[in-house]
């Protein structure tokens, strides 16, 4: 049995290596660092030369109600993922419950991924949208085709597309229970970061 088994896990990994699945982990991790070092970058010059971070997370929270910026926050997230969650999860540690509010936040974020993926499935109802996005998606398409839930759990995990992942899974009609599984992995990815960007703010 347990042969068995470490013959399917190597059949996996042999499947996905041909396919291009770890070349597309890392090539598409590659080009997410790198906004994600500039956004960084730009955050310690701004502590460091321009103002406190803290105290311009303060100002945020003074002059702008939590209720739009969580609003912002889950149409960015349902929308291809327009904005970095990095900059909100380092809001939250400027708010009186950072924990409640970071896990506000990776609710949100799942939310938004569901709601992406039924908007695929939705969409395909629609012939001329349908036609339209097949065309503007066709890669990401195919990498679901191939690649399933290890696509939507790598979106979930790390700085990629999320939101289109579960876009692609809607409109290939991805079975429901195994995308609600796969996508909760986002949870763990607001857990690493929080604790990453708090300890950076700290």
Not at 61 to 85: A, Q, R
Request: proline residues 4%; positive net charge; glycine residues 6%.
């Amino acid at each position: 049995m347990q042969k068995q088994k470490k013959s399917r896990l190597k059949l996996m990994h042999q499947y996905y290596k041909y396919t291009g699945f770890y070349s597309f982990i890392w090539q598409n991790t590659k080009k997410a660092l790198i906004p994600l070092a500039v956004i960084v970058g730009i955050l310690l010059y701004v502590n460091y030369k321009v103002m406190n971070i803290n105290d311009m997370l303060l100002h945020v929270t003074k002059n702008f109600s939590d209720f739009s910026i969580f609003t912002l926050f889950f149409i960015s997230e349902s929308i291809l993922g327009l904005l970095p969650p990095d900059i909100f999860i380092a809001w939250t540690k400027s708010t009186e419950s950072p924990l409640l509010y970071l896990s506000i936040l990776a609710v949100l974020s799942y939310l938004g991924g569901v709601f992406s993926y039924y908007k695929g499935r939705t969409l395909l109802l629609i012939p001329k949208i349908n036609n339209y996005l097949e065309g503007r998606m066709t890669k990401h398409i195919k990498n679901m085709q191939k690649w399933g839930g290890f696509l939507i759990a790598v979106g979930a995990l790390l700085p990629l597309p999320f939101a289109i992942a579960c876009l692609a899974a809607g409109m290939i009609k991805f079975p429901q229970k195994q995308f609600f599984i796969f996508a909760s992995l986002r949870v763990f990815r607001f857990v690493i970061y929080g604790y990453l960007i708090y300890t950076a703010l700290s």
